[in-house]
């Protein structure tokens, strides 16, 4: 099964390599920027559509691994009807950010277009139905399990859509995810096929994206940005797997106590920092779907960061927490990692509160 992995990666890289250019000259040509403003880091216009390359990248690798695996009793690749809505599901909302980069949506628009993309899944039967001892709950039912599961896809997709504020960063922490997601699956040996194959194609994407908005040059039209067809897909991606493995149903792979820490863990540097940004906007009475210059990456730039020191801190506070939660988990329950977790977090920004003062002085 690794080669069916690594074909797809590697196929949907070589896709992204070749979507990319396309893509740049196509914004240049219909001057398709994210101009400079206050509330930006960046100086020069920046095309801003190279997530386009995300979905059919990712598809077609699936497509290809689907077309040439042998189906025998080792090796399937079902489609089933989970499968299906999730790609159904990432289309819409794909198709919403194409949108928005091209013409502009007002943010509750593109939130009405979250809700409904999320509700996709708990009508297909996918929803979360297990805390699994998280503060003191274990199973719950439907009326409980549907809202949460459209509340957490929405939320991680908020979460890396605001978080994409400098190079590198949404892409960053969600390779993190992606390819903790990807072991975690491969590790129990269930959904290697469609949704590894899947993850697969999307880190190797993301990671074609990421050489040219890391590395490319706005003077030589080799730089791009993510833009909401990009951070859209991603986070309804990630929504979709932290639900995926949050789920309980011992038809398909074990009873896991550690499976609501997954997601938990790798998403958790993203959604903290929405957290903590919506309680900033609510207690300065600022309006909540207003962008900002309050996020993480901003405050570290602040003190004096470059944005690829700010970078490298913030991926590396997620690696951080990865592997403090893996450490903990033998020994504590998950409600007390989780305040652990918001303990250091709290902790982190104090820190960096400090440093901004002693900046401004």
């Known amino acids: 099964m690794t080669i069916y992995l690594l074909g797809a990666f590697l196929l949907s890289l070589v896709c992204g390599f070749v979507f990319t250019p396309v893509i740049l000259d196509y914004c240049k040509r219909k001057k398709l920027y994210d101009l400079p403003s206050e509330r930006k880091v960046h100086h020069k216009a920046i095309p801003r559509m190279g997530g386009i390359s995300f979905f059919p990248s990712m598809l077609t690798a699936f497509a290809a691994v689907l077309l040439f695996m042998p189906v025998t009793e080792q090796h399937t690749l079902p489609v089933n009807l989970w499968s299906a809505i999730f790609i159904i599901g990432l289309l819409v909302i794909y198709c919403t950010g194409i949108i928005d980069d091209l013409i502009g949506l007002d943010a509750r628009t593109k939130f009405a277009m979250q809700i409904f993309t999320a509700c996709l899944l708990p009508f297909a039967g996918l929803y979360i139905n297990n805390l699994y001892g998280l503060f003191g709950i274990f199973e719950i039912p439907r009326y409980v399990g549907i809202p949460l599961t459209i509340f957490v896809i ?41 949704y590894s194959i899947l993850v697969a194609g999307m880190i190797g994407a993301l990671i074609a994206f990421s050489y040219f ?3 490319g040059s706005p003077e030589r039209n080799t730089k791009i940005f993510m833009g909401d067809s990009g951070s859209l897909s991603l986070g309804f ?119 901004l003062k002693a900046v401004a002085v």
């Open 154 to 194: 929405v939320f991680v997709d908020n979460a890396i859509n605001l978080i994409d504020g400098i190079d590198g960063l949404a892409a960053g922490l969600s390779l993190i995810a992606l390819g903790g997601f990807l072991a975690y699956f491969v590790y129990y040996g269930v959904f290697v096929n469609t």
């Open 213 to 215: 908005n890391l590395f």
């Open 237 to 355: 991606t990630l929504g979709f797997l932290a639900v995926k493995c949050a789920s309980e149903n011992t038809l398909i792979w074990p009873s896991r106590p550690e499976a609501i820490m997954v997601p938990l863990t790798l998403l958790f540097v993203p959604t903290a920092d929405v957290v903590r940004v919506t309680f900033y906007r609510l207690r300065h009475h600022k309006p909540l779907f207003d962008a900002d210059k309050n996020h993480v990456h901003h405050k570290l730039m602040r003190m004096g960061m470059t944005q690829h020191q700010a970078l490298i801190t913030i991926l590396l506070l997620a690696l951080v927490y990865v592997v403090v939660n893996s450490l903990l988990y033998t020994w504590v329950s998950p409600t007390i990692i989780i305040g652990v977790d918001v303990l250091l977090y709290c902790v982190f920004h104090l820190s960096v509160n400090v440093k």
